[in-house]
């Protein structure tokens, strides 16, 4: 079994900085597209970053461009959002989501996963 773990929410005032993770742990085999996403209460889910297997390509919501920044380390089966000049808006439940691939058997099958989410809150 699999499962994504995050960490690294909090309470920060505008203009701060915060630094997510999201380790993904159990009998993995690789992990293809990782991003990251966010919940505002009553809103919608929606994209803040993704970063693609093999050449880690990435790409960013428009809000967010030039403030965060999402890395991963395959060796450590890990995720991270870095997130500058946070401002109250960016207050919401954030999410990382991952493409883990298990071997089963002699077949290769892709899971789409989600973490529990972390509390993202930027004071005024």
């Known amino acids: 079994q699999v499962h994504l773990t995050e960490s690294g929410g909090g309470l920060v005032q505008a203009g701060g900085s915060l630094k997510l993770s999201c380790v993904a742990s159990g009998n993995i085999f690789s992990i293809n597209d990782m991003g990251w996403y966010r919940q505002a209460p009553g809103k919608q889910r929606e994209l803040v970053a993704h970063i693609s297997g093999g050449i880690a390509d990435t790409n960013y919501a428009d809000f967010v461009k030039g403030r965060f920044i999402i890395s991963r380390d395959n060796t450590k089966n890990t995720a991270y959002l870095q997130m500058n000049s946070l401002t109250p808006e960016d207050t919401a439940v954030y999410y990382c989501?991952?493409?883990?691939?298990?071997?089963?058997?002699?077949?290769?099958?892709?899971?789409?996963?989600w973490g529990q989410g972390t509390q993202v809150t930027v004071s005024s």
């Open positions: 989501n991952m493409g883990v691939r298990v071997k089963q058997g002699d077949q290769i099958h892709e899971l789409d996963l």
